[in-house]
């Protein structure tokens, strides 16, 4: 089983990879969903996961709130990306909308191909996309190399354990094509649970290992990982 481990910053990192985490999602602002991180937290977060042989996913997101973005928001992510490339980064974590509800096609083409040469996961803004156009965004996403989709199953104020049938269906739909990442809302306690109903090897989130650090923190904050 694949432990991926949202973490902010660099802070609980060390005690993440030592409890367990096989891959990292590096992130700023957990509270409004994960934003993207300084350079100094990238490089050192890096470094340090390629020393413990710690892959490392980057979200690349230049604020909270929604995922339709304009035109300035949308260089500043391709330049990120770039950056992010050039310091070692094993993968990135995006995704744009457009107000209709579906994929931001054109965004997301120019941000895949400036992501050419690594990971790509596609986050939680799936579950934004139009109910009934989900599968056919899968397809999308599959057919342009995409590796996983980051996807809660639901609205992120759900609890995961009541869309286990629709990950399910995901997963079936998905095949060998793209991997369905679960992720939101699970914890040590449902974790067993959510793994044995959906037979899956990889999974997502911020308490997969427990409470990180001697302060509790709560679960992101809009649901967009």
Avoid at 85 to 99: A, R, Y
Avoid at 139 to 150: E, K, T
Avoid at 212 to 222: A, N, P, Q, T, V
Wanted: proline content about 2%; overall charge negative.
């Amino acid at each position: 089983m694949l432990k991926e481990v949202c973490v902010e910053n660099f802070t609980f990192v060390p005690e993440a990879i030592e409890l367990g985490a096989n891959r990292v999602e590096l992130c700023d602002h957990l509270a409004v969903g994960g934003t993207t991180v300084s350079h100094g937290v990238a490089a050192l977060t890096i470094q340090y996961c390629h020393r413990k042989n710690c892959r490392v996913m980057a979200i690349v997101r230049p604020r909270g709130g929604n995922f339709i973005y304009n035109k300035a928001e949308i260089e500043i992510m391709q330049q990120d990306i770039t950056h992010l490339k050039q310091m070692g980064v094993d993968g990135v974590v995006i995704g744009c909308l457009k107000e209709d509800g579906w994929i931001d096609e054109e965004t997301m083409l120019m941000l895949l191909d400036n992501a050419k040469g690594v990971d790509v996961t596609f986050h939680m803004a799936f579950d934004q996309i139009n109910l009934e156009l989900q599968f056919q965004a899968i397809d999308w996403l599959a057919s342009r190399g995409v590796q996983r989709i980051l996807t809660h199953g639901g609205p992120s104020h759900t609890l995961i354990e009541n869309n286990l049938d629709r990950l399910r269906d995901y997963i079936n739909f998905a095949g060998n094509r793209i991997i369905i990442l679960p992720g939101g809302g699970i914890t040590v306690q449902n974790l067993p649970l959510i793994v044995n109903t959906l037979n899956i090897s990889e999974i997502h989130g911020t308490k997969i290992l427990g409470e990180l650090g001697s302060e509790k923190r709560g679960d992101h904050g809009d649901g967009s990982r």
